[in-house]
């Protein structure tokens, strides 16, 4: 089999790494790729939001399936432009349609699917310029901390906590009138703000059946002790040591049963991943957020505990027959820490070489965010580098990768200490 991956950071590295591993695998290329992907497959230099330049690539080629690791592809649209092409129809994507897709793409849309089919999240509201007054006496109605999300897509950056009020109302101006997050924040959802311990399940779907996926747990604050700016993701653990089988048993009963057949039911044919962001409140799950693809970096702690042939579950996706596919788990628990560039999530600097990938030996790195210059690697994004072990506990785990981490050195490089403090 031929595949195409589209992407180009740790979560596409991680799904090379392990596509690669496929015994059904003839040839893997992976658009735009970076210099970790390489190790696995082909790169190839493609505008991955020129459909066009998309499928006659796939056509050259003779591609048989395509997998998109980011969401703006998804909520652009490419599984729905697939379909729609005569030459492309027969060529399976994994990663849902255009509508599936605005489980991620609007927050309105997933708060009001929720609704439909009574799956457990903070009550909310939304509003745009025009209901702007009314934004704020909702806020007045709600105790602190106040949660205001940006409706479209932010890379992970459009949701705000905020404990001010008199702060609250000046920040949904600013996200409203004054087009904070451009048309993305054209509309608003106001959440009632829930207190708990976080973690994020992952399920594959071919639209009928699914398969659950090892939990994870991700830090987004770029400071130790979960302070600081929000960020793409600093670590992430699995498992998560509070997810036991009664609290995972609630997950799959009130949550992800009810979202895949709702789904159904409202004739939305998703085939690809959903991603749950959940919180636990008093020892119940809510959702605070859908995705329509695989976290990152949860990703990168998630795929390596699959045994199963992850190739072989795409072929379950795009065939309809997914239930007869096994999903086996790694006993062993693997955690990830990420090294970003030095000012990052703010300004930072790219093209800074990086030394003593080459010493590596008790974890697994891969590249979010580098590029090649000959057989240089070179930092070529905020997040730079994910490194993920194994270990026969979280702590075991977290150590090697800490051992890695201070063996790698780039220009201003920074990785948080701390991650899985809140649960050890």
Same mark, same amino acid.
Request: charged share 25%; proline share 4%; glycine share 10%.
């Given at each position: 089999?031929?595949v195409?991956l589209?992407?180009?950071?740790?979560?596409?590295?991680?799904?090379?790494?392990?596509?690669?591993?496929?015994?059904?695998l003839?040839?893997?290329?992976?658009?735009?790729?970076n210099?970790?992907?390489?190790?696995?497959?082909?790169?190839v230099?493609?505008?991955?939001?020129?459909?066009?330049?998309?499928?006659?690539?796939?056509?050259?080629?003779?591609?048989?399936?395509?997998?998109?690791?980011?969401?703006?592809?998804?909520?652009?649209?490419?599984?729905?432009?697939?379909?729609?092409?005569?030459?492309?129809?027969?060529?399976?994507?994994?990663?849902?349609d255009k509508?599936?897709?605005?489980l991620e793409?609007?927050?309105?849309?997933?708060?009001?699917?929720?609704?439909?089919?009574?799956?457990?999240?903070?009550?909310?509201?939304?509003?745009?310029?025009?209901?702007?007054?009314?934004?704020?006496?909702?806020?007045?109605?709600l105790?602190?901390?106040?949660?205001?999300?940006?409706?479209?897509?932010?890379?992970?950056?459009?949701?705000?906590?905020?404990?001010?009020?008199?702060?609250?109302?000046?920040e949904?101006?600013?996200?409203?009138?004054?087009?904070?997050?451009?048309?993305?924040?054209?509309?608003?959802?106001?959440?009632?703000?829930?207190?708990?311990?976080?973690?994020?399940?992952?399920?594959?779907?071919?639209?009928?059946?699914?398969? +659950?996926? =090892?939990?994870? !747990?991700d830090? #987004?604050?770029? %400071?130790?002790?979960? /302070? $600081?700016?929000?960020?793409? &993701?600093?670590?992430?653990?699995?498992?998560?040591?509070?997810?036991?089988?009664?609290?995972?048993?609630?997950?799959?009963?009130?949550? +992800?049963? =009810?979202?895949? !057949?709702?789904? #159904?039911?409202? %004739?939305?044919?998703? /085939? $690809?991943?959903?991603?749950? &962001?959940?919180?636990?409140?008093?020892?119940?799950?809510?959702?605070?957020?859908?995705?329509?693809?695989?976290?990152?970096?949860?990703?990168?702690?998630?795929i390596?505990?699959?045994?199963?042939d992850l190739?072989?579950?795409?072929? $379950?996706?795009?065939?309809?027959?997914l239930?007869?596919r096994?999903?086996?788990?790694?006993?062993?628990?693997?955690?990830?820490?990420m090294?970003?560039?030095?000012?990052?999530?703010?300004?930072?600097?790219?093209?800074?070489?990086?030394?003593?990938?080459?010493?590596?030996?008790?974890?697994?790195?891969?590249?979010?965010?580098?590029?090649?210059?000959?057989p240089?690697?070179?930092?070529?994004?905020?997040?730079?580098l994910?490194?993920?072990?194994?270990?026969?506990?979280?702590?075991v785990?977290?150590?090697?990768?800490?051992?890695?981490?201070?063996?790698i050195?780039?220009?201003?490089?920074?990785?948080?200490?701390?991650?899985?403090?809140?649960?050890?």
């Amino acid at each position: 089999m031929k595949v195409l991956l589209l992407g180009s950071g740790g979560r596409e590295h991680a799904f090379a790494w392990k596509i690669a591993q496929s015994s059904t695998l003839e040839e893997l290329f992976i658009a735009p790729g970076n210099a970790g992907t390489r190790a696995h497959g082909t790169n190839v230099a493609i505008d991955t939001t020129d459909f066009e330049a998309v499928k006659a690539f796939v056509l050259e080629k003779k591609i048989n399936m395509v997998v998109v690791g980011p969401e703006d592809l998804l909520v652009l649209g490419i599984h729905d432009f697939f379909l729609a092409d005569d030459e492309l129809k027969n060529i399976p994507v994994i990663g849902p349609d255009k509508e599936g897709a605005q489980l991620e793409g609007s927050k309105d849309f997933s708060k009001k699917f929720m609704m439909r089919h009574n799956i457990p999240t903070a009550k909310y509201a939304t509003f745009t310029k025009d209901t702007l007054e009314e934004g704020y006496a909702f806020l007045e109605s709600l105790k602190p901390p106040f949660v205001l999300k940006a409706d479209g897509l932010c890379a992970g950056k459009g949701v705000l906590i905020l404990d001010n009020l008199k702060e609250a109302k000046s920040e949904l101006k600013n996200m409203l009138a004054d087009a904070k997050f451009g048309e993305a924040s054209s509309r608003v959802v106001i959440e009632q703000f829930l207190k708990g311990i976080e973690l994020s399940v992952f399920v594959i779907t071919d639209g009928d059946s699914f398969k +659950i996926l =090892p939990e994870a !747990k991700d830090y #987004k604050r770029i %400071g130790e002790g979960d /302070k $600081g700016l929000n960020t793409g &993701g600093m670590g992430a653990i699995s498992p998560v040591p509070f997810a036991d089988d009664t609290f995972k048993e609630k997950i799959k009963n009130q949550i +992800i049963i =009810p979202t895949v !057949k709702g789904l #159904k039911s409202e %004739g939305i044919n998703y /085939k $690809g991943f959903i991603f749950f &962001g959940l919180i636990s409140v008093k020892g119940e799950p809510y959702v605070i957020e859908y995705n329509c693809r695989m976290g990152d970096p949860e990703t990168e702690v998630v795929i390596p505990r699959l045994k199963s042939d992850l190739l072989d579950l795409f072929e $379950g996706v795009a065939s309809g027959t997914l239930s007869e596919r096994d999903v086996l788990f790694d006993d062993r628990s693997a955690c990830t820490v990420m090294m970003v560039s030095g000012g990052y999530p703010e300004s930072f600097e790219k093209g800074k070489q990086i030394y003593g990938l080459n010493a590596v030996t008790d974890s697994i790195v891969f590249h979010a965010g580098t590029s090649s210059d000959g057989p240089a690697v070179m930092s070529n994004g905020g997040r730079v580098l994910s490194i993920t072990s194994y270990g026969k506990d979280l702590t075991v785990a977290l150590r090697r990768s800490y051992e890695t981490a201070d063996k790698i050195e780039f220009e201003n490089s920074y990785y948080r200490k701390d991650i899985g403090f809140d649960v050890l």
